[in-house]
């Protein structure tokens, strides 16, 4: 069984304590323990093509700036909420220098199929596909609870939204998903 | 296979957090005690099983981030010297001097003020009539330091207070204020006549 969330921040502060006092390798550990999560919430939220550079960025913000980080949300959560920032920032960026390549549902579908090779369960590349149908918040909402575990608290501090209402949107979500697997089955 | 959602709305919450390895114990094992006996629970477990199989973790080059990442900041963070302006010892020198050159400001201003108000009273003696420049003598009052000038024209002017002043030179100053009443009236009364025309016209615009 894995941490709960109180051991999760409990580690969490020691390897920031660690790295505070000069051990680098408490700074490898972190990176271990958080950067897998962060990559399938960027290539899930549609940018795929720069998963690698935005988990860098993500962290050495957080490194940068960890003095402002108040352990009142998990460390994880406070990941997500920058990685989260620069992704609308880029998207904002690209959106100003005309590159607009705005996430259509049909085009977040599209991008998925070529991937689907590296899905080999059937029911998972389904399940993908139903995923893709729903709105950007309700797929991240309901992709932070299913793959990350997260409370809807936390939820709600990475999407900016409330509890009730990723709770609401994690539900609908998952009533979306059903129907659309038991039309296609 | 159809799938519904259990009655059971608090333990459909868990679920995703049970998929994911995010439950303590007690509530792990409730989890389980109850996919035993509903079926419904147990096919959204499996929907949420695949959904983190279409979902992997997205394998990351940790060398490349952790070498980026700085080391932490220790000792003093500040070594950059700050301009000459915002130096905290010339900040304080430039609070003292402002003060100083205030202080000494108001102090040159209240002095002058009594020499203002004797020019003040002088001043009608110089407006008025023939506009000559009269001649003044100087009367030394009873008050050591009060200095008293009566002009060549009868009036007075002085830095000190009445109380001060010989019966003589009262009744000069008196004379200078009888004459001053002497002078024609300066109020514009051509002004005047059309303003209360307008009001016996318009006597409804009186209040607003």
Sequence with gaps: MALTGNDERAVDSTLIARWKAGDQSAATAIVERHASALARFAASSGEREQVDELVQDTFVRAFNSIDTFRADSAFRTWLFTILKRLILDRRRAERRQGNVVELEETHAVQAYDALDALVADETARRVRKAVETLSPLQREVFLLRVTDGMAYSDIAAVVGSTEGSCRVHYHNAMRAIKELLNDDA | ?208
Excluded at chain 2, 8 to 33: K, N
Excluded at chain 2, 41 to 59: I, K, S
Excluded at chain 2, 71 to 93: D, I, K, M, S
């Design chain 2, 1 to 208: 296979m159809t799938m519904h959602d259990c009655p059971d709305g608090a333990m459909r919450d868990l679920l995703p957090l049970y998929v994911s390895g995010a439950l303590g114990t007690p509530d792990h094992t409730r989890v389980e005690a109850h996919l035993t006996g509903c079926a419904d629970c147990v096919a959204e477990v499996e929907l949420l099983r695949a959904v983190n199989l279409a979902y992997p973790a997205q394998a990351i080059n940790v060398a490349n981030i952790t070498a980026k990442i700085a080391a932490p900041r220790r000792g003093p963070v500040r070594t950059t010297r700050l301009p000459f302006h915002r130096q905290p010892l010339w900040r304080a020198a430039a609070s003292v001097t402002l003060f100083i050159v205030g202080t000494a400001t108001v102090l040159v201003v209240n002095n002058r003020a009594p020499a203002d108000s004797a020019t003040a009273v002088a001043q009608p003696a110089a407006v008025d009539g023939a506009s000559q420049t009269p001649a003044e003598t100087t009367v030394a009052s009873n008050t050591p330091g009060t200095v008293v000038r009566t002009t060549s024209n009868g009036l007075l002017s002085l830095g000190a207070e009445l109380s001060d002043l010989t019966d003589a030179q009262l009744q000069t100053l008196l004379g200078s204020l009888e004459g001053l009443d002497s002078r024609p009236q300066a109020d514009p009364t051509t002004i005047a006549t059309p303003i209360m025309q307008e009001r016996t016209q318009a006597p409804g615009r009186s209040n607003q």
